[in-house]
């Protein structure tokens, strides 16, 4: 099973402390069904001093949020919508927008 929504998507959360926040997506992980999403879902994390943080302390981070909490923003109608697919005539199936029919692909 992979995920209908790919790096680089425009996504908005739909439940939680960010819901209505809109950030695109910068990976995604497929058997978990996950996403990271720019900005969002931050979480703190405390790092011990290391080659890359030199002073330790903490951080934030984007924490992954399961695609059931995410739609998919439409880049033409500029909504969230719920994503269809269909077939072109060359036969390679597409994601469509289901409010206004835009393929997103
Ligand atoms: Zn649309």
Redesign the pocket.
């Known amino acids: 099973m992979g995920l209908d929504i790919k790096k680089e998507d425009m996504v908005t959360v739909i439940l939680g402390d960010d819901k209505g926040k809109r950030g695109s997506i910068l990976s995604v992980s497929p058997k978990k069904g996950r996403c990271v999403v720019e900005r969002l879902n931050m979480i703190k994390r405390h790092m011990k001093p290391s080659k890359k943080y030199t002073q330790g302390g903490i951080i934030e981070k984007e924490a992954p949020i399961h695609r059931s909490n995410l739609m998919l923003v439409?880049p033409?109608?500029d909504?969230p919508?719920k994503i269809g697919h269909k077939f072109l005539e060359s036969g390679s199936k597409v994601r469509v927008?289901r409010?206004?029919g835009?393929v997103l692909d």
Do not use: A, F, I
């Open positions: 439409c033409k109608c909504k919508t927008c409010k206004c835009e």
